[in-house]
């Protein structure tokens, strides 16, 4: 195991692109200058292509199924891991990925309803290959999710949807949070700055444990 690989999970506004930053920041002031962000969906040239359908849909005539959003998400995951994370995590950069598999299982699986035996099947192969080492859920309610980003000029696929979908996606991150490993929930409710601390204070911990393990 790496030790290198976290990611950050939540509803949309929970403050994910923030605290990537944030994390990033921090890491860099500890003398970790090697860190890699991703954003999911996306990150690679194929990836990025799918980004702009699973975002944004297709043409009217040519609805996207959720089933094919399932999949193209997995496809742009797969890339992902193959070109950019695992190329990364083995010249010991660290890389802090803005959303992961548990945000499948939360929107597709918890939102939309698919076929959980298909998507169980995706995220066991995608965390088989390789599972996060740290995993912050930032846990906000459907409400606050959607004054953060109401203001945003063009809402995506997901930010349209409707307050019993986000209820829906929040109650499985927490379902998850409780039952898979690795996972931090923090209440995103709070200021940024006590979320930037708390992080910061699992930062600092993480930081010891792995230089112990050296
Ligand atoms: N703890 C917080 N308290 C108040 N505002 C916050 C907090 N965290 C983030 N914000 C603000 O909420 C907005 C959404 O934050 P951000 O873009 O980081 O969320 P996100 O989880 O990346 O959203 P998305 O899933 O849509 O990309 C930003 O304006 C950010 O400054
Ligand atoms: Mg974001």
Redesign the pocket.
């Known amino acids: 195991m790496s030790n290198k690989f976290i990611t950050i999970e939540?509803?949309?506004?929970?403050?994910?692109?923030?605290?990537v930053y944030r994390i990033t920041k921090y890491l860099n002031k500890c003398g970790i200058v090697n860190v890699v962000t991703t954003r999911e969906p996306g990150g690679t040239p194929v990836a990025d292509l799918l980004r702009v359908l699973i975002k944004y849909g297709g043409p009217i005539n040519d609805p996207i199924d959720s089933i094919s959003e399932l999949l193209m998400i997995y496809t742009a995951r797969f890339q992902l891991i193959k070109n950019v994370i695992k190329p990364a995590l083995s010249k010991g950069y660290w890389v802090i990925g803005?959303r992961y598999d548990l945000s499948s299982q939360a929107y597709q699986g918890g939102g939309r309803g698919v076929d959980m035996l298909l998507l169980h099947a995706l995220s066991n192969k995608v965390t088989s290959i390789l599972y996060p080492d740290l995993i912050f859920y930032?846990d906000i309610s459907p409400e606050l999710s959607i004054s953060?980003?109401k203001n945003r000029i063009m809402l995506d696929c997901f930010?349209q949807e409707s307050l019993i979908f986000f209820a829906r996606v929040r109650s499985c991150y927490k379902k998850l949070a409780s039952e898979k490993k690795n996972v931090i929930m923090i209440d995103?409710?709070?200021?940024?700055e006590k979320?930037s601390a708390i992080i910061y204070r699992y930062l600092d911990w993480w930081l010891i444990r792995s230089r112990r393990k050296l």
């Open positions: 939540g509803l949309d506004g929970a403050g994910k692109t923030t605290v803005d930032l953060r980003i930010e995103a409710s709070q200021s940024l979320v």
